[in-house]
């Protein structure tokens, strides 16, 4: 497979809570590169520090110490370099979580352009795009569905058209196949990486599911908040 | 209970208003008719009218009566007037006016009186020969009108019994007639100041331009009502203020991970207060809403009147807004302090 650009640089990243006797060191001196087209795992026990990577690297959680690059712009360094950290989410980072969070009170169609509206775009364009996504996903004939009569591999599709409705380059992924079965996972999965290549983007997804480890381009394993194998 | 202090002040100013009058002859030293007692010899009608600037003039009397009627009783407000003088009704809704000095009467609908009915009042038994509407006095109670003599004959005419007795005291049961004011209607033109300076100087009385009485009437009468009703407005306002801002505070807790999610996806915080304040508002426009086409359906039925108008409306939903407004800074605040990483990790 041929290496795009690098989308996310995470140099000698820490982060720890507390201090003293109290001290929790949820991530040591972490070094990460993801280029696009990769599709990474974190892996690792409970409290290895997967999700607090997924943190730093969604500008959700400021790392203690290091360095961390989003698409070629250096977001943090010792503190963080922009103050519109959300802004800088709704542009560069698509968020897949494990229960999908679709809002239940709006329609499929609605809960992707809710994205689009956020950055600005006219409603026109956005419902397109929207609609257009939902239809790449194969779910363009429920979007006009509320959440609650979605099943959950539908569900979890119109959560991926969330993630993608701005065009973000990083995919962060948090358990994307722990409320689907075996098959639809695999599905998932499948959709994910053709995502990847396609759109140019990267995923890095934290998962327990040893089903689908074989779709990663890499595993990556975290213990006690430092990086075991990449 | 805007409607309903409404109510009170059209109430208490229909039975001001009804005479038409400009100007009000009343007993010196009171601020009568309806604030105070008052009473003045009822040919003083005669002097008022012959002032200069005067068109005509009327006596009238007021008095509160309970009469029985259809196994019910009634409480009455009956108005004496001389029917061709100032003091009856404006306006006739069904029926005609009084047409014989006597034992004829002019009833508020509220009465329940129909027309050809006839009520004892006093020892005699009077026909309802017209009805009106909105005659009433500050208390509610709805208005008859008679002939002045027949007010006079039931204010004074004693039972047959006392009366017996008051003639074994040597009382001859003459006593000079008096009413309770003398309303004037002056011509075109003519100064009510002048004329109320002039009649002030007979000793024995006083005048009230029509706007001085209805000042009085409100500050004396309607106005504690006012501030009692104020005062209760005030409780419920702050009442509905908590219960908006409990209700809007848990549906906020409901839908802290969908406010994790939206502050993750990338929304600002302008358009998660605003989501909040527009559910808060809904709320409130919703209960406004309700609450109007209720009270809109029962008022009649409500024993005093309700008087909506549109401008209390308004002034009303912008009060509600602003509760709403500052009710839903509680459920503002927990979702402003809620970490977008929440939404994270199932």
Not at chain 2, 4 to 26: C, E, Q, R, S
Not at chain 2, 206 to 227: P, W
Request: include cysteine; charged fraction near 20%.
């Amino acid at each position: 497979m041929t290496l795009g650009d690098i989308l996310v640089n995470v140099q000698g990243v820490a982060k720890h809570y507390g201090e003293g006797e109290t001290r929790v060191d949820a991530l040591r001196s972490i070094d990460l590169r993801v280029h696009a087209g990769e599709v990474i795992a974190l892996l690792g026990p409970s409290g290895s520090g997967k999700t607090t990577l997924l943190n730093v690297i969604g500008c959700i959680l400021a790392p203690t110490a290091g360095r961390v690059e989003l698409d070629g712009d250096a977001v943090f360094d010792g503190k963080w370099l922009r103050s519109d950290l959300r802004r800088l989410r709704l542009d560069k980072i698509g968020f897949i979580f494990q229960a999908h969070n679709l809002l239940p009170f709006l329609t499929a169609e609605e809960n992707v352009s809710v994205v689009l509206d956020l950055a600005g775009w006219s409603t026109e364009k956005g419902r397109a795009r929207a609609l257009e996504l939902l239809d790449y996903l194969e779910v363009g004939n429920r979007a006009k569905v509320k959440p609650a009569l979605l099943s959950g591999g539908e569900a979890q599709r119109v959560a991926i058209a969330r993630a993608l409705a701005n065009r973000p380059r990083i995919i962060l992924a948090d358990e994307p196949t722990a409320a689907l079965d075996s098959g639809r996972a695999q599905l998932v999965m499948d959709l994910l990486r053709k995502l990847a290549t396609e759109q140019e983007a990267c995923i890095i997804a934290v998962t327990h599911d040893e089903k689908i480890f074989d779709r990663f381009d890499r595993l990556i394993h975290l213990r006690d908040g430092r990086l075991v194998d990449a | 209970m805007i409607g309903i202090y409404n109510g009170l002040v059209a109430d208490a100013l229909a039975v001001v208003k009804a005479p038409a009058a400009d100007v009000w002859v009343v007993e010196a030293g009171t601020q009568g008719p309806f604030a105070e007692a008052s009473s003045i010899p009822a040919d003083t009608r005669d002097a008022v009218a012959r002032m200069p600037g005067v068109a005509e003039a009327g006596a009238i009397t007021y008095q509160t009566i309970e009469a029985a009627h259809a196994g019910q009783t009634l409480r009455l407000y009956v108005i004496g007037f001389e029917p061709g003088r100032p003091g009856g009704l404006q306006r006739i809704v069904e029926g005609r006016g009084l047409g014989t000095s006597h034992f004829e009467l002019l009833a508020d609908r509220k009465t329940g009186l129909v027309l050809g009915d006839t009520i004892r009042l006093g020892r005699n038994r009077f026909r309802v020969v017209g009805l009106a509407e909105d005659a009433m006095n500050s208390g509610g109670d709805p208005a008859v009108y008679v002939t002045l003599a027949d007010a006079l004959s039931l204010q004074t005419a004693l039972d047959p019994a006392a009366a017996r007795v008051q003639v074994a005291r040597g009382d001859q049961g003459i006593r000079p007639a008096t009413v309770a004011a003398v309303i004037a209607r002056l011509e075109p033109g003519a100064d009510v100041a002048l004329l109320t300076a002039t009649v002030r100087q007979w000793k024995h009385l006083a005048a009230l331009s029509q706007i001085e009485q209805e000042d009085l009437l409100l500050a004396s009468v309607v106005d504690r009502a006012r501030r009692q009703i104020g005062l209760f407005l005030g409780i419920l306002l702050s009442v509905s203020a908590v219960v908006i801002a409990l209700i809007i505070y848990t549906m906020t807790m409901e839908k802290l991970k969908q406010i994790a999610t939206l502050k993750l996806i990338g929304a600002p915080d302008r358009t998660i207060v605003a989501l909040i304040v527009q559910q808060a508002m809904i709320l409130g426009v919703s209960g406004l809403g309700i609450g109007l086409a209720l009270i809109l359906l029962v008022k009649d039925n409500f024993p005093r009147r309700v008087v909506l108008e549109p401008f209390n409306a308004l002034v009303l939903t912008g009060i509600i807004l602003v509760v709403c407004l500052i009710a839903s800074g509680l459920g503002v605040r927990a979702a402003l302090k809620v970490d977008p990483a929440t939404a994270l990790g199932g």
